[in-house]
Nanobody, 123 residues
């Protein structure tokens, strides 16, 4: 079992920045690929970014490439999402996910989820 707790959401003006954190706890949490999804009001869940367990492999949705950066501190079992040049379209609840992987690669389907953190970008 892995427990995930997100933090760092809030209200920011367009063009601003936020950094989300996702702290993982539980056995072998460091062996899990992790990532971020988001869900805007009235819309489905959207993939945002993913990172392998070592941090050596990352991937991003086209909508956030060049603006968001995913990283992880393996010693702290924490994944970060640095969000710059935020737009009103980035407004959503952001969820952190994790899945055990045998190899060191980014994954896109997770079986553990946090409760989410709200990000609101005003125009």
């Amino acid at each position: 079992q892995v427990q995930l707790v997100e933090s760092g959401g809030g209200l920011v003006q367009a063009g601003g920045s936020l950094r989300l954190s996702c702290a993982a706890s539980g056995r072998t949490a460091s062996s899990y690929a992790m990532g971020w999804f988001r869900q805007a009001p009235g819309k489905g869940t959207e993939f945002v970014a993913a990172i392998s367990w070592s941090g050596g492999s990352t991937d991003y949705a086209d909508s956030v490439k060049g603006r968001f950066t995913i990283s992880r501190d393996t010693a702290k079992n924490t994944v970060y999402l640095q969000m710059d040049s935020l737009k009103p379209a980035d407004t959503a609840v952001y969820y952190c996910g994790a899945v055990f992987t045998h190899g060191d690669y980014a994954a896109y389907e997770y079986n553990y989820w946090g409760l989410g953190t709200q990000v609101t970008v005003s125009s």
